[in-house]
C-alpha cells in the first residue's frame, strides 16, 4: 500500500517524531526540533516506527515549523535556497494556469521541506481553471490514498477535493508518505553558526569587557583630579558599549599591571573557524558554488570563473529540478510548466 509508510523513522536525529495524541483530537505537536545528538545515537529502535496516524492522516516525519525556522538560522542556507528559486523562476514560462508568482511559491515550499503541492481547480464543466499553490507548512497526506488536508493546527481541518492535489516530494530512504529536503545532514552546521552569531553578539550586548587599560603610577598632587579623570572615562561611553578601566596605582612600577586576554584571542580565533567550517558544511549540502552567494574567497587565487561554476551549477542542480516539476503536466493532463534553458550572458566585448 504505498499510502503507508514502512520503516518510518526521523529523516534527522535533530527532528524528533510527534507525541501520542488521539486520533480525534487537532494535530498537538511536540518536537524537540534543534537538539544536538549522534546520527546513530537511538536510531535503530526507531527503525520500524511508522509515521504518526493521527486521526486521517499520517504527520511528517520531521517538524515542518522547524524546518521553516531553520531557513534563517544561516545567511549561506538562506541564500542557497533562494539562489535556486531565483534561477527557476526566472526560467520558467508562465502559462494561463499557472503563474510566475504560484510557481515560485512552489519552488520555494519544494526546497524548504522536501514537499510542495498544488491544487488543480476547475470549472462546473470540468474546465482546468488554475493550478494553485497549498503551504507545505500545513498539508497532511491522507491515510487513505488520495486524500490531503489542510491543518493549521487551531483550526478544523480542511480536506481537498479527491485527485485534485498533485504532490512533489524529495525522497526519502526510510518512508514513501512524505518528503525530506536534502541539506537535513547540514542542519546542525546551520544551528551552529546561528549559535556561534548570536553568542558573539550577547558577547558585544553585555558590556563587561574592556576597551582599553589606563593604568596610572604617577601619585598625584590631588586626588580630585584622579577622581574626575575616572568619572570622565565612564561617561564617555554609553551602557552596552566597550567598557574602559582605569587603574590608579601611585608610585607603581612599569609591569605592576599585567593583561593577559587568553579568553578573548581563543573566542575570536574559535569564532571564525566555526563560521567558515559551518558556511562549508551548508554550501556542500545545497551544492551550490560560494561565488554565486557573494562569499569572499579566503586565498588569493579566489574561486575562479564563476561563468564555469554557474554553468556546470545549472546543469548538475537547476536542470533536475526542473525536470521533476514537469510532472504537474500529467495532473492537468495538458503542458502547464515548460522552462527555457538557462543560459548565461555571453560578453562579447573584446
Not at 504532490?167 to 526510510?174: E, G, M, S
Not at 574626575?228 to 551602557?239: D, I, V
Request: with cysteine.
Amino acid at each position: 500500500m504505498k499510502h503507508k509508510a514502512r520503516r518510518k523513522a526521523p529523516a534527522h536525529p535533530s527532528a524528533s517524531t510527534l507525541a501520542t495524541t488521539p486520533a480525534s483530537s487537532p494535530t498537538v505537536e511536540s518536537f524537540s526540533f534543534g537538539d544536538p545528538s549522534p546520527v546513530m545515537d537511538g536510531r535503530e529502535v526507531l527503525d520500524d516506527i511508522e509515521c504518526y496516524r493521527n486521526g486521517d492522516w499520517y504527520e511528517p516525519p520531521i517538524s515542518m515549523a522547524g524546518l521553516a525556522k531553520s531557513l534563517n538560522a544561516s545567511v549561506h542556507h538562506a541564500s542557497a535556497i533562494w539562489c535556486k528559486v531565483n534561477i527557476l523562476a526566472s526560467t520558467f514560462i508562465p502559462s494561463d494556469v499557472l503563474t510566475r508568482a504560484d510557481f515560485t511559491r512552489l519552488v520555494l515550499d519544494y526546497l524548504i521541506f522536501g514537499n510542495c503541492y498544488a491544487e488543480r481547480r476547475v470549472s462546473v464543466t470540468g474546465k482546468l481553471l488554475s493550478i494553485r499553490p497549498a503551504p507545505a507548512k500545513y498539508m497532511r497526506v491522507g491515510v487513505q490514498p488520495g486524500r490531503f488536508f489542510f491543518v493549521s493546527g487551531w483550526r478544523n481541518a480542511h480536506e481537498f477535493e479527491a485527485g485534485s492535489i498533485w504532490h512533489l516530494q524529495a525522497p526519502d530512504v526510510n518512508q514513501e508518505v512524505y518528503g525530506v529536503p536534502q541539506y537535513v545532514s547540514a542542519l546542525q552546521s546551520a544551528w551552529l553558526n546561528e549559535s556561534a552569531t548570536l553568542f558573539r553578539r550577547r558577547y558585544y550586548l553585555n558590556g563587561s569587557h574592556a576597551g582599553f587599560i589606563l593604568y596610572m603610577t604617577d601619585t598625584a598632587s590631588n586626588v580630585n583630579d584622579v577622581d574626575k579623570l575616572r568619572e570622565a572615562l565612564r561617561n564617555s561611553k554609553g551602557p552596552g558599549n566597550f567598557r574602559n578601566l582605569f587603574v590608579y596605582a601611585p608610585g607603581g612600577k612599569k609591569d605592576g599591571l599585567q593583561i593577559l586576554p587568553v579568553s578573548e584571542i581563543a573566542a575570536k580565533d574559535e569564532f571564525f573557524s566555526i563560521k567558515n567550517c559551518t558556511r562549508d558544511d551548508v554550501l556542500a549540502a545545497h551544492r551550490v558554488p560560494p561565488q554565486l552567494l557573494g562569499t569572499m574567497p579566503n586565498n588569493t587565487g579566489g574561486f575562479g570563473d564563476v561563468t564555469k561554476a554557474a554553468a556546470v551549477f545549472g546543469c548538475n542542480e537547476i536542470e533536475p529540478l526542473q525536470a521533476q516539476f514537469l510532472s504537474l503536466n500529467d495532473l492537468a493532463a495538458s503542458t502547464v510548466i515548460a522552462f527555457r534553458p538557462y543560459q548565461l550572458p555571453i560578453n562579447e566585448s573584446k
